[in-house]
């Protein structure tokens, strides 16, 4: 979507990130210009880790770009059952 030195501007989409699950487009949260690229195409990106710096119009401090989420893992037994209104149903894992 965006290389260094590319101007992007507030929710312009800077890149697509895929987990097992789903397809996300990353958008930007500032106006300014892609300073550093932290993945190439197809790299694996770590989870709570910067994709991208960019630098904004307001000075030279550099604002990383933190979209992913962290979110901890949980065992399938604690998703396989739920209660709605007091009666055990099957959830889909």
Known sequence: ???EGDK??????????????ASVTITSRYD??????YY??????????????IETDSGPEVAQEEDVVETP?????????????GHKTQATP
């Open 32 to 37: 300014g210009v892609i300073r550093k690229l």
């Open 40 to 53: 190439a195409a197809d790299d694996t990106a770590l989870v709570g880790k910067p994709l991208v710096d």
């Open 73 to 85: 893992a949980m065992s399938r037994e604690e998703h396989t059952h739920q209660e709605i209104k």
């Open 1 to 3: 979507y965006v290389k």
């Open 8 to 21: 992007v501007s507030q929710f312009d989409s800077i890149c697509e990130v895929q987990s097992d699950k």
